[in-house]
């Protein structure tokens, strides 16, 4: 499924994502492993606050099956972002 969300962020031309994989378990614990973790995919986005809906929207509809099973999207606001290589903040607009 990430391959197919990552596909259609490109198509509303999202401005940039990290996937990693992670562990954990929340509803939907591994029961046949020892510390109920189960192996998900994390994808992580900065983009300006009048993109957000858009993005989370294309997140479900690319991702979503129907399963209960289906994952989150979390949005949280983020206070600044800054660039290492000169220091300097970014603002929303500009990353």
Sequence with gaps: ??????????????PGISVSKVKGYG????????DLMTTHARLQIYAPED????IVD???????TGAEDDGIVAVSPVDAIYR????????????
């Design 1 to 14: 499924m990430v391959d197919m969300v990552e596909q259609h962020l490109r198509k509303i031309a999202a």
């Design 27 to 34: 509803a939907h614990k591994n029961f046949f492993q020892r």
């Design 51 to 54: 993109r957000v809906d858009e």
């Design 58 to 64: 294309a997140i479900m509809d690319a991702g979503g």
């Design 84 to 95: 290492i290589a000169d220091k300097k903040e970014i603002l929303a607009e500009g990353f």
